[in-house]
């Protein structure tokens, strides 16, 4: 058997959003059985407060949509999954010990049939570079099957399926970033910041947080407040919201709560007045502008098969998106000065933020050549088997899209531009066989909440290349209308 | 701003505090006020930064009380949290670990404090 070697090299700038824990769905705060009209008497007085505040300020939950696309999709038929990697994983589970100081992870895929081997990432700076090797249950390609008489067809590839090693087909990746590790207003402004870590932009952040709050009205409700002075005279605890109302003395049970209540109102009141500034101020901004930063991702792969796998694959793909205004941008126009971001933030939200976007994917692929002249199965070759000879071949694709939301607005939203262009040159054996060039300018119409009309304007350098149209150039106008059931026709992500 | 607890404590107590967000959270500060007879004055603020590895750190003095104050800026439509360790150095070493959820409702900056009067 011939040596392997597959390597692939996975370079990827910007990690994206990931998050340190998920988000506890904490019920509703007790809400109906905490209520102040006729609190259990298991309620702190911390729950009875939020129970005031919380039907002002009601907790994020987990929506009806949420359960019921969840119920959808765990009635999906399943087949039980292929335990190719598990018995990978188990059986080369002492000798992955021994490298237990450089691998992270050792995952199996869902669907059972491959198994990945992360390593831990080597981070020198700005630079990520992270390695995984993946092993594959290997398979007969149907280049190899189609090459067998049709009649011994489904028995001669179950033999050879039952020929093939663990480790036929194996991909060995290499992944590297270039991603920011901090972000501050004083670097240089000819510096940049990649990536769209919000815990790289975190600390530099809080500062514009801090400037506003300096403008912020106040929301104060002084330590020796009459309301608090009287609760802690009724509540002998040093923790006033941890008690229990069934703690406190009957007759003032309802003093007390009365008092939870408008604690609670001057809190909501004090909310309102202070979100109703920061959303003034821009501070939803914010998210948009670390979602504009530039991200490069770039991928590449070589795999290789196994002997009745077909070609050995080489991928590169390059991914650039950055959106027009972001953070770096803000850092060149304002430098140190948060007032100047503060100012800035405050005209977003007045006039709108840019929302021009730009998307450049460049990728390359090269299936290598392959020849298998017979079918040897135990040692025999097999009958009337078509040799297989196939030329080096190489696809070489690049995209670039800009798009952005115009003012103008058409039911109440927004319309939007967008301009790609799709080029692909294909070689087979060094000779090039095709250039395909498609360029189109896309203007959506939103006509509500799921329906709107694309018009598009399409070139293309040969007619063939564009749906429906004779000519090279052409306009489709269209209508899109979405489902209003369609997340419970989505697959779980 | 919803309160997160009411503490009665003595002066000389030191309170500590150390917080983890998730990535919803854009950006976060703590602001310590202190309320003196004169009204209330900014004791410290705290930057994500601190609060993160070290934490931040004060031993209450002899005032009418202090808020801490946690803003926190919040992603829309993400479903952002904080957890915190608030801890008060008092005989019953009380402390706030329970995770602060962060509401869309009161974005885009949510505002919690812990209230504690001196006594």
């Given at each position: 058997?011939k040596?392997?070697?597959a390597l692939?090299?996975?370079?990827a700038?910007?990690?994206?959003v990931?998050?340190l824990f998920?988000a506890?769905?904490?019920?509703?705060a007790?809400t109906?059985?905490?209520s102040?009209?006729a609190?259990?008497?298991?309620?702190t007085?911390?729950?009875i407060?939020?129970?005031?505040?919380?039907?002002?300020?009601?907790p994020?939950?987990v929506t009806?949509?949420?359960?019921e696309?969840?119920v959808?999709n765990t009635?999906?038929a399943t087949?039980?999954?292929d335990?190719f990697?598990?018995?990978?994983?188990?059986?080369?589970q002492?000798f992955?010990?021994?490298f237990?100081?450089a691998i992270?992870?050792v995952e199996?895929?869902?669907?059972?049939?491959a198994l990945i081997v992360?390593?831990?990432?080597?981070?020198?700076g700005?630079?990520f570079?992270d390695l995984?090797?993946?092993v594959?249950?290997?398979?007969?390609s149907d280049?190899?099957s189609d090459?067998i008489?049709?009649?011994e067809?489904?028995?001669?590839?179950?033999?050879a399926?039952?020929g093939?090693?663990d480790?036929?087909d194996?991909?060995?990746?290499v992944?590297y970033?270039l991603a920011a590790?901090?972000?501050?207003?004083?670097?240089?402004?000819s510096s940049r910041?990649?990536?769209?870590?919000?815990a790289i932009?975190r600390q530099?952040?809080?500062s514009v947080l801090?400037s506003?709050?300096?403008?912020a009205?106040?929301?104060?409700i002084?330590?020796?407040d009459p309301?608090?002075?009287?609760?802690?005279e009724?509540v002998?605890a040093?923790?006033?919201f941890k008690?229990?109302i069934?703690?406190?003395?009957?007759?003032?049970?309802?003093?007390?709560?009365?008092?939870l209540?408008?604690l609670?109102?001057?809190?909501?009141?004090g909310?309102?007045?202070?979100?109703?500034?920061f959303?003034?101020?821009g501070l939803?901004?914010?998210a948009s502008?670390?979602?504009?930063?530039?991200q490069?991702a770039a991928t590449g792969?070589y795999r290789?098969?196994?002997?009745?796998?077909?070609p050995?694959?080489?991928?590169?793909s390059l991914?650039?998106q950055?959106g027009l205004m972001?953070?770096?941008?803000?850092?060149r126009q304002c430098?140190?000065?948060?007032?100047c971001?503060?100012?800035?933030?405050?005209g977003y939200?007045?006039?709108?933020?840019?929302?021009d976007k730009f998307?450049?994917t460049?990728?390359?692929?090269q299936l290598g050549?392959?020849?298998?002249?017979?079918?040897?199965?135990?040692?025999?070759?097999?009958?009337?088997?078509?040799?297989?000879?196939?030329?080096?071949?190489t696809e070489?694709?690049?995209?670039l899209q800009?798009?952005?939301?115009?003012?103008t607005?058409v039911?109440?939203?927004?319309a939007?531009?967008?301009?790609?262009a799709?080029?692909?040159?294909t070689r087979?054996d060094?000779v090039?066989?095709k250039n395909?060039?498609?360029?189109s300018a896309?203007?959506?119409l939103?006509?509500?909440?799921s329906i709107?009309i694309?018009?598009?304007?399409?070139y293309?350098?040969r007619?063939e290349?564009l749906?429906?149209?004779t000519?090279?150039?052409?306009?489709?106008?269209?209508?899109?209308?979405?489902l209003?059931?369609?997340n419970?026709?989505?697959?779980?992500p | 701003?919803?309160?997160l607890?009411i503490y009665?404590?003595?002066a000389?107590?030191?309170?500590d505090?150390t917080?983890k967000?998730n990535?919803?959270?854009?950006?976060?500060?703590v602001?310590v006020?202190?309320w003196t007879?004169a009204g209330p004055l900014?004791?410290?603020?705290w930057?994500?930064d601190t609060?993160?590895?070290?934490g931040g750190?004060l031993?209450?003095?002899?005032?009418?009380?202090?808020?801490?104050?946690l803003?926190?800026?919040v992603?829309p439509?993400?479903?952002?949290s904080?957890?915190?360790?608030?801890r008060?150095s008092?005989a019953?070493?009380t402390r706030y670990?329970d995770?602060i959820?962060l509401?869309q409702s009161?974005g885009?900056v949510?505002?919690?404090?812990?209230?504690?009067v001196?006594r």
């Amino acid at each position: 058997m011939k040596t392997r070697l597959a390597l692939s090299i996975f370079l990827a700038l910007g990690p994206g959003v990931l998050p340190l824990f998920a988000a506890d769905s904490t019920a509703p705060a007790n809400t109906a059985v905490c209520s102040p009209d006729a609190p259990a008497d298991d309620c702190t007085l911390g729950q009875i407060y939020n129970a005031v505040y919380e039907k002002s300020f009601p907790p994020d939950v987990v929506t009806d949509q949420d359960v019921e696309s969840a119920v959808v999709n765990t009635n999906i038929a399943t087949t039980t999954p292929d335990n190719f990697a598990n018995r990978i994983h188990s059986s080369y589970q002492d000798f992955l010990n021994l490298f237990s100081f450089a691998i992270n992870k050792v995952e199996e895929s869902k669907d059972g049939q491959a198994l990945i081997v992360r390593f831990n990432p080597l981070r020198e700076g700005r630079q990520f570079l992270d390695l995984s090797v993946t092993v594959a249950k290997p398979a007969v390609s149907d280049l190899v099957s189609d090459a067998i008489p049709e009649a011994e067809r489904a028995a001669t590839v179950a033999k050879a399926q039952t020929g093939l090693g663990d480790f036929d087909d194996v991909t060995y990746a290499v992944a590297y970033s270039l991603a920011a590790t901090t972000c501050s207003w004083a670097q240089p402004a000819s510096s940049r910041c990649w990536g769209r870590n919000p815990a790289i932009y975190r600390q530099m952040l809080a500062s514009v947080l801090v400037s506003a709050n300096d403008l912020a009205p106040a929301a104060d409700i002084a330590p020796d407040d009459p309301l608090i002075n009287r609760l802690i005279e009724l509540v002998h605890a040093n923790d006033l919201f941890k008690q229990k109302i069934s703690s406190i003395n009957a007759q003032d049970r309802a003093e007390v709560v009365s008092i939870l209540r408008q604690l609670a109102a001057k809190g909501i009141q004090g909310t309102r007045t202070r979100k109703a500034f920061f959303t003034k101020a821009g501070l939803d901004k914010l998210a948009s502008l670390i979602d504009n930063q530039p991200q490069l991702a770039a991928t590449g792969s070589y795999r290789d098969p196994g002997p009745f796998g077909g070609p050995d694959e080489t991928g590169v793909s390059l991914e650039l998106q950055y959106g027009l205004m972001n953070l770096n941008k803000l850092r060149r126009q304002c430098g140190a000065a948060t007032d100047c971001v503060v100012r800035t933030l405050t005209g977003y939200a007045t006039n709108g933020l840019p929302t021009d976007k730009f998307v450049l994917t460049a990728s390359y692929k090269q299936l290598g050549e392959y020849t298998l002249d017979q079918l040897v199965i135990d040692s025999a070759p097999v009958p009337g088997f078509t040799p297989i000879h196939t030329k080096k071949s190489t696809e070489l694709k690049a995209r670039l899209q800009w798009g952005r939301l115009l003012s103008t607005q058409v039911a109440g939203r927004n319309a939007r531009f967008d301009l790609s262009a799709d080029g692909i040159q294909t070689r087979d054996d060094a000779v090039r066989t095709k250039n395909r060039w498609v360029a189109s300018a896309t203007l959506t119409l939103p006509l509500g909440d799921s329906i709107s009309i694309p018009i598009s304007l399409n070139y293309a350098n040969r007619p063939e290349f564009l749906t429906g149209q004779t000519k090279q150039l052409g306009v489709h106008l269209g209508l899109t209308y979405r489902l209003p059931f369609e997340n419970f026709l989505s697959p779980a992500p | 701003m919803k309160l997160l607890g009411i503490y009665v404590e003595n002066a000389g107590v030191r309170v500590d505090l150390t917080t983890k967000a998730n990535n919803d959270v854009i950006t976060y500060v703590v602001f310590v006020r202190k309320w003196t007879s004169a009204g209330p004055l900014p004791e410290a603020t705290w930057l994500p930064d601190t609060l993160e590895t070290t934490g931040g750190t004060l031993v209450l003095a002899a005032e009418r009380g202090y808020d801490f104050i946690l803003q926190a800026a919040v992603r829309p439509g993400g479903k952002a949290s904080i957890v915190p360790d608030f801890r008060i150095s008092d005989a019953d070493g009380t402390r706030y670990t329970d995770i602060i959820q962060l509401p869309q409702s009161e974005g885009p900056v949510v505002e919690r404090g812990w209230k504690v009067v001196i006594r």
